[in-house]
């Protein structure tokens, strides 16, 4: 990856693709107002050009609020609270920059693989992998073959990526070595206070560390996410397993949409070999254009529909 040089497009550009008014973290400052005052931008680009040559950032740009939103009225069930985290506006901004520059090294020399559809430019979102389930589907009726589908869902993945792989993976793609460092310094600072209707619950000097998992609310952490999943999308493509359309034809192996991971085989046995050691959610066979069994899902059909 070629190195990051800041200019005044990247910041005006970031500040654009930003909402208006969504909610800042401790610097308390809005979109509205970098976008209005335009003279502001050469600043930014000296200091942001600055921290990602010092490698550094103050550690107020890495602390978030995090708001705590009951779920519903039993409001003595931790679990039972959606947090949402509010980071700065100036370290959104900059990391906005960062995550096009990186979205571009990976898009020009292909390193996502094209089963992630999450983070994915001028996708869809959901669209296309349901209208390859449609297709599948189609075939497997119509010409009466068979079909092994496991659905996987991770635990708190967002939540449990460890830090060590963030960093590796930047590695493993070639990020400019000065942004990883970069990164790699902000990791460590990053810590979020709690607020709860209102109120922090956190005293200043206690910051709660963020010592697994991305930074909720980041610019960067979704790519960084889906980059963080894409050896585990190679290994998948590698193993030789999947459904096959037609003769000769690729075969779909596997489809992520950032952490929902669905894995497609011609046959049970073929189904197990791909299996990741984890839980699954569900998983559905077909015989012979028919559904013969289906565990963790309700279809609201007969097994000879």
Known sequence: MDPI?????????????????????????????????????????????EALDQKSLPSLFTTGITHLVPKDRDTINPSKYRPITCLPTIYKTLTSILSARITRHLNSNQVMSRAQNGCRGGGRGTKEPRL???????????????????????????????????????????????VRDFLGQCMGQWSTILCHLGERMTAAE????????????????PI??????????????????????????????????????????????????????????AVLHVERGRVANSEGMDLGIGPSA
């Open 5 to 49: 040089i800041i200019t005044p497009d990247d910041v005006a550009e970031a500040v654009r693709r930003a909402p208006n008014w969504k909610s800042p973290g401790l610097d308390g400052l809005h979109h509205y107002w970098l976008k209005g005052f335009v003279v502001c931008h050469a600043v930014l680009v000296r200091q942001f050009q």
């Open 132 to 178: 390859i389930d449609a297709v599948i589907g189609k075939v497997v009726k119509r010409n009466r073959r068979n079909l092994s589908v496991a659905w996987i869902d991770y635990k708190k993945a967002f939540n449990s990526v460890p830090h060590t792989w963030l960093e590796r993976v930047l590695e493993l793609y070639k990020v400019d070595c000065t």
């Open 206 to 221: 206690n910051h709660i560390r963020i010592r697994r998992g991305i930074f909720q609310g980041d610019c960067l952490s």
């Open 224 to 281: 960084w996410f889906c980059l963080s999943l894409n050896p585990l999308s190679t290994l998948l493509e590698g193993s030789g397993r999947g459904f096959q359309l037609r003769r000769g034809g690729t075969k779909v192996n596997h489809l992520f949409h950032m952490d929902d991971l669905k894995l497609f085989a011609s046959s049970r046995s073929h189904l197990m070999e791909e299996e990741l050691g984890t839980d699954k959610c």
